[in-house]
């Protein structure tokens, strides 16, 4: 029996009014429901836009050509969420629409670094650096989809547009000379880009945020795998109709999950570990998104593990004033380094490096004058507050009111690190 059968039918019986409220609430849900699927889905993109046009802002900045960050990220950059402060950044975003770019990467000896191509929906296509392709370099080719590879070592790039982040390791300081000699040796080659149209942001109108939506995945279409859910969400991706209602009901809807990231962060012996699928989502689409918010550029588990301290509210987010202990073994398991980083919160759920009297946004085991127990194992102190006396070697300062968060990131992790066989200890109240 069709739909039009059971209304006949219930309105013989009296019941068509009910069920016809019915079948239309069913249907306004349904249209919310596609609309904050079609937001987080379309999520990804919008950062990238974003992020190419802040990007493209900067002095020298152009369409495949890198630009260089000299310094080691501080409390005033905010052009990404959650830096490092281990690593200089060399960035470019990549047209290959016009045909491919080759990207010639110098000897780096022992130097860490690694380079992460990302297409329009953040996922790492590749990742070239001390961990793949060893410290010798190499030249190497960026072809975009449908086209023919005729250059050495030819990488394939799943969206026409991608992003291009380059980090290398740095101890600042009289280091940074070498580690300028180093971004500069990166040659990266490619046709000239065209003039990029303006695109909203994540907090425009839905129906200015689903045209450019819509904009984005004319000129970097979604793979055949997400046929379903641009099918089901064509109404807002595809540039059919809908209801203005239920367009802002479903974006209300899916900024909630973004920043509350709601039953996707799992905090086991006081830490959230990484999904294996960091960096490379498939169709996990609100993780995908999720990400895109909180740490836009992720890289892979393989490369990188990024550990989110559980917080007062043991969902992420400290508001003490302290102090605050992590007690680590003398050695992580892994085979290039580790940092700890402390991030003051935004109302929108992003995280930057906060200013303090030490100038210190991150600690870990390349930071000098730490002191370490007679065993070898550290104790950090987290908090508002210098804790004084020898502590102070060992202090990350917090921010000096409001909340704040904490993610320890080890590069180059070892097997028992990405199994779980090894757990790091919680960060304590003192």
């Known amino acids: 029996m069709n739909r039009r059968e059971l209304l006949a039918l219930a309105g013989a019986l009296g019941l068509a009014p009910s069920l016809a409220r ?10 919310a429901t ?42 005033t950059a905010r052009w990404v969420t959650t830096p490092n402060n281990d690593t200089l950044y060399s960035s470019a975003f ?23 191509v990302m297409d329009m929906f953040t996922n790492n296509n590749v990742v070239l650096g001390t961990r793949t392709i060893g410290g010798e370099g190499g030249t190497f080719t960026l072809v975009g989809p449908g086209q023919a590879s005729t250059g050495p070592n030819p990488v394939r790039i799943a969206t026409p547009h991608a992003w291009m982040l380059i980090r290398i390791l740095t101890d600042g300081g009289e280091d940074l000379a070498a580690t300028h000699n180093a971004q500069d040796g990166f040659v990266l080659k490619g046709a000239a880009g065209g003039p990029i149209a303006a695109y909203a942001a994540r907090d425009a109108k839905p129906a200015d945020y689903f045209a450019t939506a819509r904009a984005l995945l004319a000129s970097d279409p979604g793979p055949p795998t997400d046929l379903k859910i641009l099918r089901r969400t064509s ?25 509350f990231a709601k039953g996707r962060q799992v905090f086991t012996g006081g830490w959230s570990y990484p999904r294996p699928n960091l960096g490379d989502y498939g169709q996990d689409y609100l ?28 969902a992420g987010s400290f508001t ?3 102090p605050y202990r992590l007690s680590l073994p003398a050695q992580l398991p892994l085979d290039g380094f580790w940092s700890l980083s402390m991030y003051e919160a935004t109302a929108d759920g992003q995280y930057f490096f906060t200013d303090n009297p030490l100038k210190r946004y991150a600690i870990g085991d390349r930071t000098p ?6 065993d070898g194992t550290l ?15 060992n202090w990350l300062p917090a921010p000096k009111s409001g909340p704040f968060a904490m993610y320890l990131r080890a590069y180059l992790p070892k097997a028992e690190l990405l199994d779980g066989r090894f757990r790091l200890p919680a960060v304590v109240k003192v």
């Open 287 to 314: 993780y995908r998104a999720i990400v895109a918010l909180q740490g836009l550029g992720a890289l892979p588990v393989a490369e990188a593990v990024y550990l989110k301290a559980a917080g007062d509210d043991g």
């Open 34 to 75: 596609a609309a904050r699927d079609a937001y987080l889905y379309a999520l990804p993109l919008i950062e990238m836009a974003t992020t190419r046009a802040r990007l493209l802002k900067t002095p020298g900045a152009a369409i495949n050509r890198l630009s260089h960050t000299r310094a080691l990220s501080d409390h």
């Open 22 to 31: 019915a079948a239309v609430q069913e249907k306004m849900d349904g249209d």
């Open 235 to 259: 109404a807002f991706l595809g540039g059919g109709p809908f209801r203005e209602t239920a367009a802002v009901d479903g974006v209300d809807e899916a900024k909630m999950i973004t920043v």
């Open 94 to 116: 990549l047209d290959l629409s016009k045909g491919a770019a080759t990207l010639t990467i110098p000897p780096m000896g022992k130097r860490y670094y690694s380079v992460a």
């Open 369 to 374: 004058g730490l002191k370490r127990n007679a």
């Open 379 to 393: 104790d950090l102190w987290i908090g508002r507050v210098d804790p004084g006396g020898d502590k102070t070697a």
């Open 320 to 322: 003490g004033d302290g």
